[in-house]
């Protein structure tokens, strides 16, 4: 079992910044491919960032060249960090893990997940 823990949300000005942190404990970190998604209100969970073991990673259409997902295997964490926000991330943000080496954009394909962490960027 793998027990994730979100932090790092709050409100935000568009076009600043916030750095998610998902800290995971319960079974080896290292092995385990990580996401983040999100939901907004009345909409579905989506996609948002994945990372391998290995450092391969995946990023939405929506946030490339925005959002930078890292880890730190060490550590059991990993981060998403988000610039240039919009009024339209304004989500729930939610850390998932994967047993399995391999990343997916499939939200069915998780694992374990965190309680999800709140990101409201203002016009």
């Known amino acids: 079992q793998v027990q994730l823990v979100e932090s790092g949300g709050g409100l935000v000005q568009a076009g600043g910044s916030l750095r998610l942190s998902c800290a995971a404990s319960g079974r080896p970190f290292s092995g385990y491919a990580m996401a983040w998604f999100r939901q907004a209100p009345r909409k579905e969970r989506e996609f948002v960032a994945a990372?391998?073991?290995?450092?391969?990673?995946s990023y939405a259409d929506s946030v490339k060249g925005r959002f930078t997902i890292s880890r730190d295997n060490a550590k059991n964490t990993v981060f998403l960090q988000m610039n240039s926000l919009k009024p339209e991330d304004t989500a729930v943000y939610y850390c998932a893990a994967r047993d399995n080496i391999y990343i997916t954009t499939i939200l069915g394909a998780y694992d374990y997940w965190g309680q999800g962490t709140q990101v409201t960027v203002s016009s």
């Open positions: 990372m391998a073991m290995r450092a391969t990673t």
